[in-house]
């Protein structure tokens, strides 16, 4: 079971490298070449992890001159971090009330 209805969030960032994609993404833009030289993976590699990224609506391309930036949107990011603190919220509250068997 996900712990929302948008994509699992967790689940993609699981992985390390596009964890770390993330992560450049989140200092701003960069295209594939960044993403390579950045990280040092091969840029098929890349170009996977960045077409599950977009499918998550985790990330928007957007074509400047013969390149394509990836750009992170903050909004599925926050409403993953949202879920996760309400999960934390509702577990700290019944820590103490167990279910009788």
């Keep these: 079971m996900l712990i929302s209805e948008l994509p699992d969030v967790i689940r993609l960032l699981s ?6 994609i993330v992560e450049i993404l989140a200092a701003g833009p960069a295209c594939t070449c960044h993403l390579v030289a950045d990280t040092g993976a091969k840029q098929p590699n890349i170009s996977g ?6 499918d998550a609506g985790l990330v928007v391309a957007e074509p400047h001159g013969r390149f394509t930036y990836y750009r992170l ?5 926050e409403a993953a ?6 999960l934390a919220a509702r ?5 103490e009330s167990r279910r009788e068997c």
């Design 15 to 20: 992985d390390p490298l596009r964890a770390q």
């Design 49 to 54: 992890h960045l077409r599950q990224l977009r």
């Design 73 to 77: 949107l903050p909004d599925v990011l």
């Design 81 to 86: 971090a949202g879920q996760l603190t309400d």
């Design 91 to 95: 577990t700290r509250v019944n820590a």
